[in-house]
């Protein structure tokens, strides 16, 4: 697994932890944008992209060709990462 999707779950289990549903839901869809990844003095040629879809009940994620589509179900934030291995784990 690369050391985005890492960042990416460990964000995710912080927000989980630390917040309620609603709340770290509410950060997420507040990232809507484009964002650029840097590492270290270099600026990565892949974008992360952020948007809200389905009336507000998701946020997507898309970096590369690969996706995250993140949720609330009831008092659980779930996520479905779409790789390109071809797989598709889910984050609770």
Not at 10 to 16: G, K, R
Not at 20 to 40: E, P, V
Not at 57 to 82: C, N, P, W
Request: positive net charge; aromatic residues 10%.
């Amino acid at each position: 697994m690369n050391k985005m999707i890492w960042v990416l779950l460990a964000l995710f289990a912080s927000l989980s932890a630390n917040a309620d549903t609603g709340s770290a839901f509410k950060i997420l869809q507040d990232l809507k944008g484009r964002w650029s990844i840097n590492a270290g003095d270099k600026v990565l040629p892949i974008e992360m992209t952020y948007d809200s879809g389905s009336k507000g009940s998701i946020v997507t994620e898309q970096f590369g060709k690969e996706l995250a589509v993140i949720y609330k179900d009831g008092d659980r934030l779930l996520m479905t990462h779409f790789c390109n291995a071809g797989n598709q784990p889910r984050y609770q």
